[in-house]
C-alpha cells in the first residue's frame, strides 16, 4: 500500500542472488529435472499403452518398452471391432453416459437452486440428507444398491444402469454452493415482474450459471463414461455391458486366456480417448471441479 | 429456515414452497430409493440367512441374528480367515498408499507450484491426467506394464535387476526384509510368530506386509490418485499471501525454513482434507482387484471391498457379505473420525455443526 516497503521486498530477493546467482540455477535445472521426469512417469505409460496397440503379440511380448511399433499395424483393432462385442459396449457405454448426464445437469442443478435460494419447510434436513449421502462411501453400496434393484424388479436392465445414477449428491452440493455465491437481486427482479418460480430458474438462473453447468456436464461426462462398481451390480447379461464393464469382461474372465496385450490395450485406449478429448479441450474445468468438489474417489 | 405458511394462497412465498419441493422431490426420490433405502435393506440382510433366491423379506428367509458378523470374527473357520487375510491386506495397502500418495502430491504441487520455473501448468496438466482416465482402462495398461515380460521388468533388465513375476508372486514384502535382513528365516519361520495370533490368524501371517502382487495395485493407485491430491495442495498454495513469503525471505529464512514453518503450517487445511480422502478412498478398492487379481495370488490381494462382493455375488452367502459392507463402513467412519482427532486443532474454533467431511473447503 505504502512505497517504501514496497521498494524493501523489490531488493530483499536481491541480496542472495549476489552470492546465490549458481544456486538459483541449479535450483532451475533441478526443478525442471524433476518436472520432466514425473512428466514420463505420468504419461510414458500411455504412450507404451498407445504404441503397443499397433504392435503384433510377438513385438509386444519382445520389446514392451519401445514407443514405435515394428512392423505397425492394426491387427488388433480389426479384430477389436470384428471378434467382440466391443461396437455393442459402445452403443452402450454413449447411451448411458448421455441420459445419466442431461438427468445430472437438470436434476442436481435444479435441487441445488432450490436449496440454496427458495425457502419451504424441511429445506434443512434435505440439506444434511445430501451431505450425508455424499459421505456414503459407494463402495459400502454394492450390495445394497443390488438388493434395491432386485426388489423393484429391474435388476438387469437398462434402468437399473441408468436410473440410479441420475442425481448425484455431489452435483446438487456443487450447484448449491454456486447459486449461493450468486447475488439474487437479478431473480427478485424477475419475480416482482410476475413470472412464475420455474420460469425464473429456466430463463433468468440457468442462462446465468453456464460456468458451473458446464463444470457439471463434463463431471457428470468423465464420471457415468468411466463408470464401473454399478455396472457390476446393476446388469448380468453381456447385452447390456458398457465399455468398463465389457473390457474387464475381455481382461479378467474366460476371454481374457492368453496374452492378447495388442487387442486389450487397444481396448483400453478406444475407452481413454473421449476422456482425454474432453479433458484437453475443458481442463480448467476439470481443475476447478477438483478444487470445489474435492475427489470423487 | 421455518418459513411460516404463505397466509394468502397462492402468495409468492405459497408458490415458493411448493416449488422448493418440487425441484428437490427427483434427486431426494433418486438418492432415498437408491442409496438410503437400500442401506436398511442391507442391514436387515445381514442379519438374516437369505441365500440369493427370491425376495430377502418373504416369509421364508431366515433371522440369523448376529451370527454374520460373529462368524467374521469369533468363529473359527474359512469366512473369519479370509475376512481376517482381507483387512491385513488393506491396513498395509492403506500404510503404504496413504503416506506415498500424500507426499508425492504435495512435493509435485511445492515444485509446481514454483514461480521461476516455466511452463508449469504443462506439467499440472500431465500430472493430473491419468486421475481422470477410466479405472478399468488403466488397469490393463498396468497389467501390461507390471507382466512378465512387460516395460517395467525391461526397463528393470536394463540395468541387470530380473524382475518378479508381479502378479504370480504372493511373497510379502516384511517377510522378505525380514529375510534380507537374517532377522528370520522366512522357509521356516520361529514357531513363536506361527504358534497363534489374533482373530486366527498368526503372528507371522499378520506380519507378512503387502505382496508383491500388491504392490502393484499400490503403485497403481498412487499413480492415478497424485495428481487429485496435487491440485488440492496447489489451490492451498495458491492462498498462500505472497506478503508471508516475502516477510519470511526478509527474516532470512531458507527454503527448508519456510517451507517448515510458513508453507506447511498454512497447509494444514489441505492436508488434512487429503489425508481424509486418502483414508476414505483407499479402504475402498475394488475395480483394481476386480480387473487386475480377483485377489490373486494366494488370497493376498483381497480386499473388504472385493470380498463383499465375491462373498454375495460368487458364493451367494448375502449375509455374510452386506455384514462385511457395514464393518467396512464403520471401518471408514472410525478412519475418518481417529484422523479428525489426531490432526485437530486446539487453537481453531470449529463451527460445532460441521461434522460432515469438509467438502469444497479448499476453494
Given at each position: 500500500m505504502v512505497a517504501a516497503p514496497r521498494e524493501h521486498l523489490v531488493t530483499a530477493p536481491g541480496r542472495p542472488a549476489r552470492r546465490g546467482g549458481l544456486r538459483t540455477l541449479v535450483g532451475t535445472f533441478l526443478g525442471y529435472a524433476v518436472l520432466v521426469f514425473f512428466a514420463l512417469v505420468f504419461l510414458y505409460p500411455f504412450v507404451i499403452q498407445t504404441a503397443n496397440s499397433f504392435k503384433t503379440e510377438a513385438d509386444a511380448a519382445a520389446h514392451p518398452l519401445s514407443p514405435v511399433p515394428d512392423p505397425f499395424t492394426t491387427a488388433a483393432f480389426t479384430k477389436i471391432f470384428d471378434s467382440t462385442a466391443f461396437p455393442l459396449?459402445?452403443?452402450?457405454?454413449?447411451?448411458?453416459?448421455?441420459?445419466?448426464?442431461?438427468?445430472?445437469?437438470?436434476?442436481?442443478?435444479?435441487?441445488?437452486?432450490?436449496?440454496?435460494?427458495?425457502?419451504f419447510r424441511g429445506r434443512g434436513a434435505v440439506t444434511v440428507m445430501i451431505?450425508?449421502?455424499?459421505?456414503?462411501?459407494?463402495?459400502?453400496?454394492?450390495?445394497?444398491?443390488?438388493?434395491?434393484?432386485?426388489?423393484?424388479?429391474?435388476?438387469?436392465?437398462?434402468?437399473?444402469?441408468?436410473?440410479?445414477?441420475?442425481?448425484?449428491?455431489?452435483?446438487?452440493?456443487?450447484?448449491?454452493?454456486?447459486?449461493?455465491?450468486?447475488?439474487?437481486s437479478l431473480e427478485e427482479a424477475?419475480?416482482?415482474?410476475?413470472?412464475?418460480?420455474?420460469?425464473?430458474?429456466?430463463?433468468?438462473?440457468?442462462?446465468?450459471a453456464r460456468p458451473a453447468l458446464i463444470t457439471l456436464t463434463i463431471l457428470s461426462f468423465q464420471a457415468s463414461w468411466n463408470e464401473f462398481p454399478h455396472t457390476v451390480v446393476a446388469v448380468q447379461s453381456p447385452q447390456l455391458f458398457t465399455l468398463p464393464r465389457g473390457i474387464a469382461n475381455l481382461v479378467s474372465g474366460s476371454l481374457g486366456a492368453g496374452t492378447q496385450y495388442p487387442l486389450k490395450l487397444g481396448a483400453a485406449l478406444l475407452a481413454t480417448i473421449p476422456v482425454a478429448i474432453i479433458f484437453v479441450v475443458f481442463q480448467r474445468y476439470f481443475v476447478r471441479g477438483a478444487a470445489e468438489g474435492g475427489s470423487k474417489e | 429456515?421455518?418459513?411460516?405458511?404463505?397466509?394468502?394462497?397462492?402468495?409468492?412465498?405459497?408458490?415458493e414452497a411448493t416449488a422448493g419441493w418440487l425441484f428437490v422431490a427427483p434427486a431426494v426420490l433418486i438418492l432415498g430409493l437408491f442409496l438410503v433405502l437400500p442401506i436398511g435393506m442391507a442391514l436387515w440382510v445381514s442379519v438374516s440367512g437369505w441365500n440369493g433366491q427370491g425376495s430377502p423379506f418373504a416369509p421364508g428367509v431366515p433371522f440369523v441374528g448376529a451370527q454374520n458378523y460373529a462368524d467374521l470374527f469369533l468363529a473359527d473357520g474359512l469366512t473369519r480367515e479370509n475376512f481376517m487375510i482381507s483387512i491385513r491386506n488393506n491396513l498395509y495397502y492403506v500404510a503404504v498408499a496413504v503416506p506415498a500418495q500424500t507426499l508425492l502430491a504435495l512435493a509435485l504441487a511445492l515444485v509446481v507450484n514454483q514461480r521461476f520455473l516455466k511452463g508449469t501448468s504443462f506439467f499440472r496438466t500431465a500430472f493430473y491426467f491419468p486421475s481422470v482416465t477410466s479405472s478399468v482402462a488403466i488397469s490393463v495398461v498396468f497389467l501390461f506394464l507390471f507382466a512378465n515380460s512387460g516395460a517395467v521388468n525391461a526397463l528393470l533388465a536394463m540395468i541387470g535387476i530380473s524382475g518378479p513375476a508381479w502378479f504370480a508372486d504372493p511373497r510379502g514384502l516384511l517377510h522378505l526384509a525380514l529375510g534380507g535382513l537374517g532377522l528370520v528365516d522366512v522357509a521356516d519361520p520361529p514357531a513363536a510368530l506361527t504358534g497363534g495370533g489374533p482373530f486366527g490368524l498368526s503372528w507371522w501371517e499378520w506380519l507378512a506386509g503387502p505382496s508383491v502382487a500388491m504392490s502393484t495395485i499400490i503403485m497403481l493407485v498412487v499413480w492415478t490418485t497424485s495428481g487429485t491430491f496435487m491440485?488440492?495442495?496447489l489451490a492451498a498454495l495458491q492462498d498462500v499471501p505472497v506478503q508471508v513469503e516475502e516477510a519470511s525471505l526478509i527474516d532470512g529464512a531458507n527454503a527448508w525454513q519456510r517451507l517448515r514453518h510458513v508453507t506447511l503450517p498454512m497447509l494444514k487445511p489441505a492436508l488434512f482434507l487429503v489425508?481424509?480422502?486418502?483414508?476414505?478412498?483407499?479402504?475402498?478398492?475394488?475395480?483394481?482387484?476386480?480387473?487386475?487379481?480377483?485377489?490373486?495370488?494366494?488370497?493376498?490381494?483381497l480386499t473388504p471391498a472385493y470380498l463383499s462382493y465375491r462373498t454375495a455375488f460368487t458364493d451367494f452367502e448375502y449375509g455374510v457379505g452386506a455384514a462385511i459392507s457395514f464393518v467396512l463402513f464403520l471401518i471408514i467412519v472410525v478412519m475418518t473420525l481417529l484422523q479428525r482427532w489426531i490432526m485437530r486443532d486446539r487453537d481453531e474454533v470449529r463451527p460445532r455443526r460441521r461434522w460432515w467431511p469438509r467438502r469444497g473447503s479448499t476453494s
Open positions: 459396449w459402445i452403443g452402450n457405454s454413449i447411451l448411458v453416459t448421455l441420459l445419466i448426464t442431461v438427468g445430472r445437469v437438470f436434476l442436481d442443478s435444479l435441487a441445488g437452486y432450490a436449496l440454496a435460494r427458495l425457502s451431505v450425508a449421502v455424499m459421505a456414503v462411501p459407494g463402495v459400502v453400496l454394492l450390495i445394497p444398491k443390488f438388493l434395491v434393484l432386485n426388489q423393484l424388479g429391474i435388476y438387469n436392465t437398462y434402468t437399473a444402469l441408468v436410473l440410479p445414477l441420475l442425481v448425484d449428491a455431489a452435483g446438487v452440493f456443487i450447484m448449491r454452493q454456486f447459486f449461493l455465491s450468486v447475488p439474487p424477475a419475480r416482482m415482474d410476475g413470472a412464475g418460480v420455474f420460469r425464473t430458474y429456466w430463463s433468468i438462473i440457468l442462462p446465468m | 429456515m421455518a418459513e411460516p405458511a404463505a397466509r394468502r394462497r397462492g402468495g409468492i412465498r405459497g408458490n491440485l488440492i495442495f489425508v481424509t480422502l486418502g483414508l476414505i478412498g483407499t479402504w475402498q478398492v475394488f475395480d483394481q482387484v476386480y480387473v487386475m487379481s480377483q485377489g490373486k495370488p494366494a488370497n493376498t490381494t
